[in-house]
């Protein structure tokens, strides 16, 4: 099945500083690659996602990049304000059977003001 | 948010317990997830039911028993629990299975004395 790592597992930035945190999967035919953030008490929600046959998507702040020959993907947060401080979750989908989401074990992020 | 709700919010069982946990989603999605957060393994996929069949079942012991009458309610009823199956228990849907959005509800934070 499929493996992501992610790293790093805590991350502390400035206010106004960029944030990147990277991912690994083991799927080779693994498409989809979201990213989920998890506010302190609530739910995970999507930020952002990216399937393989994109290289990068930007929404604003955030921008995720994808490089399939090495089976990496990374989310990029820049000009970070305290309200960015939550548990970032990245995913993979695995291309066969039920196409069951696979999560990294999570960053949590700290933006000191 | 009330996308995705799960009832109830909090409870407390001991090991030898029947209990059940409840999910029902209002978005028209037709595929629906259990999944498992504790701290040492962040967000661990537990079941996923795609048009009321379930399609995975990720090695979950028997004391966790899903059902899934209709595509808008979910459920996950408990049997004589550990210890270490504490944890926040979060319900997802989404349109299908595969690479799309999943909307998580708010959890179900569970104690096993």
């Known amino acids: 099945g499929e493996n992501v790592e992610q790293h790093p597992s805590t991350l502390s930035v400035q206010e106004g500083d960029s944030a990147v945190i990277k991912c690994t999967y083991s799927d080779s035919a693994s498409n989809y690659f979201p990213w989920y953030k998890q506010e302190l008490g609530k739910r995970p929600q999507l930020i952002i996602d990216?399937?393989?046959?994109?290289g990068e998507k930007k929404d604003q702040r955030i921008a995720v990049t994808l490089n399939k020959t090495a089976k990496h993907f990374s989310l990029h947060i820049t000009e970070t304000q305290p309200e960015d401080s939550a548990v970032y979750f990245c995913a993979a989908s695995e291309e066969a059977g039920s196409y069951q989401l696979t999560f990294g074990k999570g960053t949590k992020l700290s933006v000191i003001p | 948010e009330t996308g995705v709700t799960q009832t109830p919010r909090h409870l407390v069982m001991g090991m030898t317990n029947k209990k059940s946990l409840k999910c029902e989603q209002h978005l028209g999605h037709n595929a629906m997830y259990w999944y498992k957060q504790s701290a040492k393994k962040p967000l661990e996929l537990m079941f996923v039911?795609?048009?009321?069949?379930?399609?995975e079942n990720n090695s979950v012991p028997s004391r966790f028993s899903p059902e899934c009458p209709n595509s808008s309610h979910l459920f996950l009823h408990l049997h004589t629990l550990q210890p270490e199956d504490s944890a926040l228990y979060l319900c997802?849907?989404?349109?299908?299975?595969?690479?799309?959005?999943?909307?998580f509800g708010p959890g179900t934070r569970l104690t096993v004395t």
């Open positions: 039911y795609n048009f009321k069949e379930q399609t």
């Open positions: 990216i399937r393989s046959n994109v």
């Open positions: 997802a849907s989404s349109q299908e299975s595969g690479s799309y959005e999943q909307y």
